[in-house]
């Protein structure tokens, strides 16, 4: 049985209407179109059925979001927004997308965050989210404010108090800082962040004691690069070079973008005269971020015991138009000169 023309434009109508039906501002994905996945048609088709749904937009936004497309996500969840402006949730999540954009929206985030808690008092994410927010931008007061009312509330009370060391860092007041480390690991003992937070807090006045806060930081997370970094460091500073750099090497193995790790094993490597291997660490470090100074002087170093000065120039010169300060590279600078 042949399709009536009637029948063709009858459907052209009622997709035209779909089209029409569809907020201001919203996205329209057909869902025919292959260059979107599965799920993203699935719920675009839906969309398209009932274009006045908020809920739909608010799935389809999800799907972006965990795709990172942060744009389209910011689209839809703004579309659900704009169908039903009273759900907090939706508010929440837009703001979560501007503050994993490229750049960070900040101001957009804290409107809709601060939406989120008007329309929902409880909503402790949205203010938890808030005092990071607040944080970041160093609006100490009100973060400080939000993060002791989170902390009453025990699912947020080890991570807001752990945002209260790190406002308390920012701000030099290391005493309440190290205070509030102090009552976390009174109340959370496998504190992982905790225990490294002492561990740094005593790095520079007992080496001994803050060893021991890293081993326990090692069994609770035998593979964070962070606690290991650390421990490699210790050693280092107690002259353990060995040890140290099988540690640098274990770090590395976990995170090799770990910079701090390479530049220490070319320092070790530095004090032994393996000038070589230290410009080749050096090389590491340089192509991973071009504007790590030290290495530039540390190269430069290991050019001049191996007689290259005028690659040692250039490095030496590097480090001082990075770091004008760098009163290691301005003195071997003057040496070579």
Same mark, same amino acid.
């Given at each position: ?86 759900? /907090? ?23 809709? =965050? ?6 929902? #008092?409880?909503?402790?994410? &949205?203010?938890?989210?808030? &005092? ?17 009312? =989170?902390?009453?509330? #025990? *699912? ?75 421990? /490699? ?10 040890? &140290? ?10 995170? #090799? =973008? ?53 690659? &040692? ?10 770091? #004008? ?6 003195? *071997?600078? *003057?040496?070579?000169?």
């Amino acid at each position: 049985m042949k399709s009536s023309p009637l029948f063709f434009l009858l459907v052209v109508i009622h997709f035209i209407g779909c089209q029409n039906n569809i907020p201001k501002g919203a996205r329209f994905i057909s869902e025919n179109d292959t260059l979107f996945p599965a799920d993203i048609r699935s719920i675009s088709a839906k969309i398209n059925q009932n274009p006045q749904t908020p809920e739909n937009y608010y799935l389809r936004a999800n799907a972006f979001y965990y795709l990172n497309n942060f744009k389209e996500a910011s689209t839809d969840y703004s579309t659900a927004i704009s169908l039903q402006p009273d759900n /907090a949730l939706y508010h929440f999540r837009l703001s979560e997308c501007y503050l994993n954009s490229d750049s960070a929206i900040y101001e957009s985030a804290i409107l809709h =965050l601060n939406e989120a808690i008007k329309l929902k #008092p409880n909503f402790y994410d &949205a203010k938890f989210s808030l &005092a990071k927010v607040l944080l970041a931008r160093q609006q100490y007061k009100e973060s400080e404010e939000l993060l002791m009312a =989170l902390s009453k509330q #025990p *699912e947020f009370k080890e991570k807001s108090l752990m945002l209260m060391v790190v406002a308390k860092k920012e701000q030099k007041d290391t005493l309440s800082a190290v205070q509030f480390v102090d009552k976390v690991m009174l109340e959370f003992p496998e504190s992982f962040d905790a225990t490294m937070q002492k561990a740094l807090f005593l790095l520079n006045s007992d080496l001994s004691l803050a060893e021991k806060y890293v081993d326990k930081a090692i069994v609770i997370n035998e593979f964070s690069d962070e606690a290991i970094y650390t421990k /490699a460091l210790i050693l280092q500073r107690n002259n353990k070079y060995a040890d &140290a750099l099988k540690l640098y090497d274990k770090v590395l193995k976990i995170n #090799p =973008l770990h910079v701090y790790a390479i530049y220490n094993k070319a320092v070790i490597n530095a004090q032994f005269d393996n000038h070589k291997d230290v410009i080749d660490l050096c090389d590491k470090i340089i192509e991973l971020n071009p504007v790590f100074s030290k290495a530039f002087t540390l190269r430069g170093f290991a050019q001049i015991n191996l007689g290259n000065k005028k690659a &040692a120039k250039q490095d030496l010169l590097a480090a001082l138009k990075l770091n #004008p300060q760098d009163q290691i590279a301005k003195r *071997e600078l *003057e040496l070579l000169n």
